[in-house]
T-cell receptor, first 113, second 114 residues
């Protein structure tokens, strides 16, 4: 059973608008969450992260929100740009339990010009 | 340039023929790991290593072996590949343990087992 789920396999957004990617988790021991972006033929690259002691973390156009009670996090991209078109993976880990990341299935974002 | 390299990038082989996928990092990272990516399942960890000569199983270790004889190298070995090991494989490394340190990924190795 997947402990981290991204229920939307794909998302299409117009350039300049907001992209919202969602992620749900079931393991209450997870206390650190990350988003990775992956372009075709490349490895995933780290995008943004959030600790469970926070409910929001912002880095430029990217903001991650964490709702611990709902075991839900989301990534907001504002404004979306065509270069943001990629597969986005949500990942979670337990701090102090090694560096093992549990990934969601990914969401393919397409930003149309 | 700081990077994680993997070789080969693409490999087609037949069932039962032993193969090794190499992984090397030039960042002096302690931690290295292997993942496989399958459609809808995201990336699943196969094995990881916290330091030289220290390795441990991840979520899906069956059918794989690893070794960590040097800090920079972490090869993935398939002694007897089977078609269900057809996948996209990624090696990753990070400086420290703890779950909060950024993992850097290699470009991936696409393996097909016929």
């Amino acid at each position: 059973d997947q402990q981290v789920k991204q229920n939307s396999p794909s998302l299409s957004v117009q350039e300049g608008r907001i992209s919202i990617l969602n992620c749900d988790y079931t393991n209450s021991m997870f206390d650190y969450f990350l988003w990775y972006k992956k372009y075709p033929a490349e490895g995933p690259t780290f995008l943004i992260s959030i600790s469970s002691i926070k409910d929001k973390n912002e880095d430029g156009r990217f903001t991650v929100f964490l709702n611990k009670s709902a075991k839900h996090l989301s990534l907001h991209i504002v404004p979306s740009q065509p270069g943001d078109s990629a597969v986005y993976f949500c990942a979670a880990s337990e701090v102090g339990a090694g560096n093992m990341l549990t990934f969601g299935g990914g969401t393919r974002l397409m930003v149309k010009p | 340039e700081a990077q994680v390299t993997q070789n080969p990038r693409y490999l087609i082989t037949v069932t039962g023929k032993k193969l090794t996928v190499t992984c090397s990092q030039n960042m002096n990272h302690e931690y290295m790991s292997w993942y496989r990516q399958d459609p809808g399942l995201g990336l699943r960890q196969i094995y990881y290593s916290m330091n030289v000569e220290v390795t441990d199983k991840g979520d899906v270790p069956e059918g794989y072996k690893v070794s960590r004889k040097e800090k920079r190298n972490f090869p993935l070995i398939l002694e007897s590949p089977s078609p269900n090991q057809t996948s996209l494989y990624f090696c990753a490394s990070s400086l420290l343990l703890g779950g909060t340190d950024t993992q850097y990924f290699g470009p991936g190795t696409r393996l097909t087992v016929l």
